[in-house]
T-cell receptor, first 113, second 112 residues
Framework: KAGVTQTPRYLIKTRGQQVTLSCSPISGHRSVSWYQQTPGQGLQFLFEYFSETQRNKGNFPGRFSGRQFSNSRSEMNVSTLELGDSALYLC????????????FGPGTRLTVL | SQKIEQNSEALNIQEGKTATLTCNYTNYSPAYLQWYRQDPGRGPVFLLLIRENEKEKRKERLKVTFDTTLKQSLFHITASQPADSATYLCAHSSGGYQKVTFGTGTKLQVIP
C-alpha cells in the first residue's frame, strides 16, 4: 500500500507571497491532518479534514487554510507569508475510526526569505 | 488546553542498556497515548498505542506503560542499539474525533 505523499518536498518563497502544499493520503483513508514543525515549537496541529469537511482546527491565524477533495487529497494554503512560517509542514492520514493513529508523509520544507 | 510534556529533550545511553522515556499529560486522561519515532528530515512513524484501560503494551524490544494516576506514560527500549537513535514523540488523543496533541519529543542517542 502506498504511503502518504506530499508535494513539493522543498519550497523557497519570499515574504508576502502565498504557497499551496499538496497531500495525498493512504488509499482508503478519509481523515487528513496538517502539522507545522519547527525546532522551537515541535509539532503544532493546524487542522484536520474528514470527508471534505474541516473537523478540527488548531490555533493558527486565518492566513493558514486548507481543503479536502472528494478523493481525500488535501491542500494547504498559506497567504501573505512571514519569515516565521519557515518550517516543515507535515501531512498525516488516518483511517481507523477511534484510534486516530497518524500516518505521516515526508513533509514539505518551506523556507521564507 | 491539553499539555503533553516529555521531560527530557535529550537522552544519551550506552548500547545494550534500556532507554526509558517519559511522557506526562495535564488535564483529562486520554483515550489512548501513542508513541512515534522521527528521524531527521522525515515524518514521524507510528510505533505503539496504549489505551487508558491498559497498563502495558509490548512490541519486540519496545514496551509502553500507562499510569492514569500519575498521568504518565513510560516508553522503554530494551537492548538498545545505535539504530534506535532518533527523536521519540508522545501523542495524546481523547478519541471522539478530537485532535491529536504531540509532545515536543525526546532525542535519544545510543552510544556504541
Amino acid at each position: 500500500k502506498a504511503g502518504v505523499t506530499q508535494t513539493p518536498r522543498y519550497l523557497i518563497k519570499t515574504r508576502g507571497q502565498q504557497v499551496t502544499l499538496s497531500c495525498s493520503p493512504i488509499s482508503g483513508h478519509r481523515s487528513v491532518s496538517w502539522y507545522q514543525q519547527t525546532p522551537g515549537q515541535g509539532l503544532q496541529f493546524l487542522f484536520e479534514y474528514f470527508s471534505e469537511t474541516q473537523r478540527n482546527k488548531g490555533n493558527f491565524p486565518g492566513r493558514f487554510s486548507g481543503r479536502q477533495f472528494s478523493n481525500s487529497r488535501s491542500e494547504m494554503n498559506v497567504s501573505t507569508l512571514e519569515l516565521g512560517d519557515s518550517a516543515l509542514y507535515l501531512c498525516a492520514s488516518s483511517g481507523r475510526e477511534g484510534t486516530d493513529t497518524q500516518y505521516f508523509g515526508p513533509g514539505t520544507r518551506l523556507t521564507v526569505l | 488546553s491539553q499539555k503533553i510534556e516529555q521531560n527530557s529533550e535529550a537522552l544519551n545511553i550506552q548500547e545494550g542498556k534500556t532507554a526509558t522515556l517519559t511522557c506526562n499529560y495535564t488535564n483529562y486522561s486520554p483515550a489512548y497515548l501513542q508513541w512515534y519515532r522521527q528521524d531527521p528530515g522525515r515524518g514521524p512513524v507510528f510505533l505503539l498505542l496504549i489505551r487508558e484501560n491498559e497498563k502495558e503494551k509490548r512490541k519486540e524490544r519496545l514496551k509502553v506503560t500507562f499510569d492514569t494516576t500519575l498521568k504518565q506514560s513510560l516508553f522503554h527500549i530494551t537492548a538498545s542499539q545505535p539504530a534506535d537513535s532518533a527523536t521519540y514523540l508522545c501523542a495524546h488523543s481523547s478519541g471522539g474525533y478530537q485532535k491529536v496533541t504531540f509532545g515536543t519529543g525526546t532525542k535519544l542517542q545510543v552510544i556504541p
